[in-house]
Antibody, heavy 118, light 107 residues
């Protein structure tokens, strides 16, 4: 069974950092592009960052560029999101998402909630 | 690229057809997907390549369009189709963009 399980969320003070993790199983992780997508409370979906299979091509939404870092460890079947200089507007449910190859996002985790508040 | 969905909310009776629209600010070719999200759940891929149904998606869901204008049609609506539907382009990897969503209500 294909599974994406996120962890690392919680309540964080503005300006602080947190690292999200996503444990992957059920498919050959190092063959696929992976993404983080977030959803603020009562809001729509926002693509955050994407990383190709060998970490050569990486990009970020303008809203997080320079503050967030996406990475992966293919040996551990894991995806990460290092979130620095957090702001209240970063409060959201963060989804780990598999790219089916070509761009559509076919497998989603259940998300981990990050709340940025003092 | 900005994705604009319309209408924001759509109310349709069971058994009828629902038509949801998505417009791109510039051409995305056929690099467009549709997702369904029910309350408390992660999004689910419905359509990719503008018109190809994802695995396990019922035939009552269909997608059409290319370039800047796209449509998701749900024929013969069922109560479980009540959800928010998002379009997403993937024409500029990996800079993807979602539309703001259309909330579909079943009367």
């Amino acid at each position: 069974e294909v599974q994406l399980v996120e962890s690392g969320g919680g309540v964080v003070q503005p300006g602080k950092s947190v690292r999200l993790s996503c444990a992957v199983s059920g498919f050959i992780f190092d063959e696929f592009v992976m993404h983080w997508v977030r959803q603020g409370p009562g809001k729509g979906l926002e693509w955050v960052a994407g990383i190709d299979w060998n970490s050569v091509t990486i990009d970020y939404a303008d809203s997080v560029k320079g503050r967030f870092i996406i990475s992966r460890d293919n040996a551990k079947n894991s995806l990460y999101l290092q979130m620095n200089s957090l702001r209240p507007e970063d409060t959201a449910l963060y989804y780990c998402v598999k790219d089916m190859g070509g761009g559509a996002l076919d497998i989603w985790g259940q998300g981990t909630l990050v709340t940025v508040s003092s | 690229i900005v994705m604009t969905q319309s209408p924001a909310t759509l109310s349709v009776s069971p058994g009828e057809r629902a038509t949801l629209s998505c417009r791109a600010s510039q051409s995305v070719s056929s690099n467009l997907a549709w997702y369904q999200q029910k309350p408390g759940q992660a999004p689910r891929l419905l359509i990719y390549g503008a018109s190809t149904r994802a695995t396990g998606i019922p035939a009552r869901f269909s997608g059409s369009g290319s370039g800047t204008e796209f449509t998701l049609t749900i024929s013969s609506l069922q109560s479980e189709d009540s959800a928010v539907y998002y379009c997403q382009h993937y024409n500029e990897w990996p800079l993807y963009t979602f539309g703001q969503g259309t909330k579909l209500e079943i009367k």
